[in-house]
């Protein structure tokens, strides 16, 4: 089992970069894809990026596409989702979620993939 903590969410202005960070507990990181999610409030969950368990193959949603990057540093048990150019429209709860994997080298970008969650970190964007 896994436990994902979510951090570095905020305020900050239209235009700023943010840096999010999930450190995973436990064992065998690397057995494990990685995806961020968001949810708005009154909207569905819909995925952001993923990446599989070396990091070496990414996805990204069209709306976040070219502003973000998403990264995993598997000796720190952590995934990163940079963003940039954030607008008011970014504003939402984002989690990150782990996958468990064995023999694949995919990335997961539905959310009834995962195994695990993290609870949430809020990233408001204001204009």
């Known amino acids: 089992q896994v436990q994902l903590v979510e951090s570095g969410g905020g305020l900050v202005q239209a235009g700023s970069s943010l840096r999010l960070s999930c450190t995973a507990s436990g064992r065998f990181f690397t057995s494990y894809a990685m995806g961020w999610f968001r949810q708005a409030p009154g909207k569905e969950r819909e995925s952001v990026a993923a990446?599989?368990?070396?990091?070496?193959?990414?996805y990204y949603s069209d709306s976040v596409k070219g502003r973000s990057t998403v990264s995993r540093d598997n000796a720190k048990n952590t995934v990163y989702l940079q963003m940039s150019s954030l607008k008011p429209e970014d504003t939402a709860v984002y989690y990150c979620a782990a996958k468990r994997i064995s023999n694949s080298d995919s990335y997961y970008s539905n959310s009834n993939e995962y195994d695990y969650w993290g609870q949430g970190t809020q990233v408001t964007i204001s204009s």
């Open positions: 990446l599989n368990w070396s990091g070496s193959r990414t």
